[in-house]
């Protein structure tokens, strides 16, 4: 029941290292597979998506975050006749590439690693994981997956300019990536705005009326809920609103990618790939809808003062392991060492720090560093 414009698994490009045909899945299940598999997978558990622990320990984590990107995709994909399995390998892959302590670990280690003259990147960090750093199988490193697995990876979220990243070649910068790839940045986003929203209000961060002020989209659906019912408490009517705003995306979503593919007449995916921009966007209005949560989450969430002690612990932490071992490499686990001999010590310090956990990391700070200069890692209830 694919669409005409939809990925076929028969025709993949296939992967780096020949496999034979498995008898019951196909080559995306099996890539989903791997990647549940994997251990940057299972790591997402104990990796921060906005809130530390020290909140609460029913908000989101990576993982969590990660398996409802996954939910709101497939049904997208399903509704558009996409093929399903990819967008599932893809949504549950798109976050392993992320370091400890979310946004702001990503930040320190960039910027630990511009001091070195090269940068961090989740999405190059991520290829690298399923290339590279994951060993499971025997015949090869990595995970082998499929091309268009990797090249998801690479091109959901961000175009990279093929002249500054010509080992990417191999994954045809100047087209754009299927429908199925493109789907993963906005059902991402559909998933934090909203989760944020739900879990920035149950940490009282936000309030009722800030939201509804802040994110008018939100206060109507309010409206409606509190219209139906009158009597429940607030949290419920929190709810039923943010469930309605969910809805409201997805199906502006569903909907416009159909515009989006009739207004250009595309009938194949090599029209997807080459047509001169992305088809996978909102509407205008719920493209201002969108934006509006955006900077209502960045104003009074992600940079408001409360979330500060994390941000600064993730900040130390980070940069000051990572002198660390720049100064004291025998430090470092062995197989590092031994990496260290091919690759800038620089890159391979990142790499380390990049796959820890956020509780991995704190032990690695309390081993070099002391227990005393950690702020966040201590329960506050
Ligand atoms: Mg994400």
Redesign the pocket.
Known sequence: MLAEYAVRVEQSRGRRFFEPSHPYRNDFQRDRDRVIHSRAFRRLEAKT?VFTRRYSDHFRN?LT??IE?AQIARTIALQLGLNEDLVEALALV??VG?PPFGHAGEKALDAAMRAHGSFFDHNLHALRIVEDFEMRYAAFRGLNLTFEVREGIIKHSHDYDARQFPELAEYMLEQRPPLEAQLIDLA?EI??NTADLDDGYEAHLLTLESVCAGVPVFGRFYDEAEHTYPSVMEKLKFNEALKRLLDHMVGDLISNIQKQVQGAAIGSLEEVRACPHRLVTFSPAVELERSETKKFLYANLYFSAALDPEKNDAERVISELFDLWMAHPENLPSSYQEKARQEPLSRVVCDYIAGMTDNYIYEQYEKYCGKDNVVANTETG
């Open positions: 998506q990576r975050h990660t990107v798109h976050d992320h991402d998933a934090y």
